[in-house]
């Protein structure tokens, strides 16, 4: 086992703030942000009949979201940059508690828009500030490892809270799923406006400037090797994590004829392969560099797509015990590369690090968008839901690969 010196770490943030608090209470907020992604989607079936909803109507409550979300983080990077962090994070809470309070007594479809485009707004404000602040406090090793945990957010929350969504909908109830997000959003305003602190002081902020400078800040940002070779196979994955959300749930019940328990512990095999990556990653760095870190959780990624494209081809899937060792590989990859790219990228725009935060958030976004579209399509065209997931986990881990390789002289 590797031993950790964790004597010579610092116990508070750059202004003061005790290292472990910190953590947690950015965990805490960004939890909420993913758990919006998902936790409901085992009730849509619910929804749509108690409500009398269409497909189409229902499947725009989780477009909904997601453009609301990916359209203010940009929005927000810039003058979180020139106005600070806290204001923000606090806005979002109460943005995000208002839209769960929308979803939770809704009886017509509006209330549920309405609800749903707050909470993706909400979501835009709260995640930005989140790791612009982990820029503004922490640097080293400390950064590496706080940016580890948050990145597996990413994969890991999304999944416990479908875990949650399912269970709800196994009763065939779906509103004590949007009291659950009430009371986690009511918890994490008051944490804003009671506990948090400002982390950018005002001579550390930089001037609101205009649209078309903010434009081309980001049109540099995403043409930068940084995004380009470094974010690509982390924002690469983001699309093959919506395609498994999307045809996550016909695989369990319309393939393998299993309850919806079972989406719970195929998602729970994507937890805790998600969090080892992010544990077994910031033991790694101690010992390794950071490109042979990247490069190993490329490799990681293609081997995972690979293997289950082959399974699929080979008419080798019988069961959901068949496809959890890429499944697992392919998450394991996503929770070992994160820590170490996305403390490159935020190192390398520290004076930008809300657009910064911005311009990944909503790439991340958009591909878990698209990948969730495509295996939508592939499917409404009579590709079964397993294939479906193939046709998309095997190029896009080809695609992580080769930017890993490329990325290697680039990592901060």
Not at 103 to 109: D, F, K, P, R, T
């Amino acid at each position: 086992m590797l031993k950790t010196d964790t004597a010579s770490e610092p116990r508070l943030t750059r202004s003061g703030f005790g290292l472990r608090p910190f953590t947690g209470l950015l965990i805490g907020i960004s939890s909420v942000t993913w758990m919006g992604t998902s936790i409901y989607v085992p009730a849509l079936s619910i929804i749509e009949t108690e409500l009398g909803l269409n497909a189409s109507q229902v499947g725009a409550t989780l477009t909904i979201y997601y453009v609301c979300y990916a359209l203010f983080m940009p929005l927000v990077g810039p003058l979180s940059d020139a106005w600070g962090r806290r204001g923000f994070l606090l806005a979002g809470s109460v943005l995000f508690l208002l839209g769960s309070v929308s979803c939770m007594l809704a009886g017509n479809v509006v209330p549920v828009y309405l609800g749903r485009g707050l909470q993706g707004i909400g979501a835009g404000m709260l995640q930005v500030p989140i790791l612009a602040m982990v820029s503004d406090e922490c640097r080293g090793r400390i950064m590496y490892r706080i940016l580890g945990l948050l990145g597996a957010l990413t994969a890991i929350i999304p999944a416990l809270a479908m875990i949650i969504g399912g269970a709800v909908a196994h009763f065939g109830r779906w509103r004590p799923i949007f009291l659950f997000l009430t009371l986690a959003s009511l918890l994490t305003t008051a944490l804003c406006l009671l506990v948090l602190k400002e982390t950018l002081p005002e001579e550390r902020r930089g001037r609101i400037a205009g649209l078309l400078v903010v434009l081309a800040g980001y049109r540099n940002m995403l043409l930068s090797r940084q995004m380009l070779a470094v974010g690509a196979p982390l924002i690469l994955s983001a699309c093959a994590l919506g395609a498994f959300y999307t045809t996550a749930p016909f695989i369990v019940n319309d393939t393998f004829h299993l309850s919806t328990l079972y989406l719970g512990v195929v998602n729970i095999l994507f937890v805790l392969a998600a969090a080892a990556g992010q544990y077994l990653s910031s033991l790694s760095i101690r010992r390794v560099s950071s490109s042979s870190v990247y490069l190993f959780g490329g490799m990681m990624a293609l081997a995972g797509g690979t293997a289950f494209a082959v399974l699929d081809y080979r008419s080798a899937i019988s069961s959901l015990a068949v496809i959890s060792t890429p499944l697992a590989m392919f998450a394991f990859s996503f929770g070992f590369m994160e820590p170490a790219g996305l403390k490159s990228i935020l190192t390398h725009f520290e004076n930008r690090s809300g657009m910064a935060s911005a311009l990944y958030g909503s790439l991340l976004l958009l591909l878990q968008g698209l990948g969730s579209q495509v295996a939508g399509i592939l499917m409404n065209i009579a590709y079964p839901p397993v294939t479906s997931l193939a046709l998309v986990m095997a190029p896009v881990t080809l695609l992580m690969a080769v930017a890993a390789l490329a990325a290697r002289d680039s990592l901060r």
